[in-house]
């Protein structure tokens, strides 16, 4: 029997929000984690806006889905140590206007990809304002996580 893989990026498998450079009453951040896409998180004009979402251990991914309405261009970066500190990207995309459509951004590592926090930065868009309706990353807990090992003292 093969088990789907299980969306890590929900606040429900203890994915977090770390940062994210606006908030809407009415739309705040913690929308892009409840995997709902009848709800999401709206900026609030200018750009760049970013979130970054944490994971309580280093995850290996293997697919991560954005759905969001109007970004024109998407950065995408992956952080390996504990603290959000130093990233590397991993997606620098420009997406076509979908007009009232949700755009679905998909990016597959072609290497395995181990991060324990993924930034997010709406460079551009289409609108004043951006919205972020789901993110979904396929993955499961690092095999340093596994082992509880950091991932630092393996060689």
Same mark, same amino acid.
């Given at each position: 029997?093969?088990?789907?893989?299980? !969306?890590?990026?929900?606040?429900?498998? /203890? *994915?977090?929000?770390?940062?994210?450079?606006?908030?809407?009453?009415?739309?705040?951040?913690?929308?892009?984690?409840? /995997?709902?896409?009848?709800?999401?998180?709206?900026?609030?004009?200018? #750009?760049? @806006?970013?979130?970054?979402?944490?994971?309580?251990?280093?995850?290996?991914?293997?697919?991560?889905?954005?759905?969001?309405?109007?970004? *024109?261009?998407?950065?995408?970066?992956?952080?390996?140590?504990?603290?959000?500190? @130093?990233?590397?990207?991993?997606?620098? @995309?420009?997406?076509?206007?979908?007009? !009232?459509?949700?755009?679905?951004?998909?990016?597959?590592? @072609?290497?395995?990809?181990?991060?324990?926090?993924?930034?997010?930065?709406?460079?551009? /868009? #289409?609108?004043?304002?951006?919205?972020?309706?789901?993110?979904?990353? #396929? /993955?499961?807990?690092?095999?340093?996580?596994?082992?509880?090992?950091?991932? *630092? *003292?393996?060689?």
């Amino acid at each position: 029997m093969v088990v789907p893989p299980e !969306n890590i990026a929900l606040a429900s498998n /203890g *994915a977090k929000l770390a940062l994210a450079t606006s908030e809407h009453p009415k739309h705040p951040p913690d929308c892009i984690l409840d /995997g709902n896409l009848k709800t999401f998180w709206i900026s609030t004009g200018l #750009y760049p @806006q970013e979130f970054v979402v944490s994971f309580p251990a280093p995850v290996s991914i293997s697919k991560i889905i954005v759905s969001s309405m109007k970004v *024109a261009h998407w950065n995408i970066e992956a952080c390996k140590t504990d603290k959000p500190l @130093q990233f590397e990207s991993i997606s620098d @995309q420009s997406l076509e206007d979908t007009d !009232n459509v949700l755009q679905t951004h998909a990016v597959s590592p @072609q290497d395995p990809l181990v991060a324990r926090h993924l930034r997010f930065e709406a460079t551009r /868009g #289409y609108s004043p304002f951006i919205s972020v309706h789901r993110l979904v990353v #396929y /993955g499961e807990l690092s095999d340093a996580s596994a082992k509880n090992v950091p991932a *630092a *003292a393996e060689s």
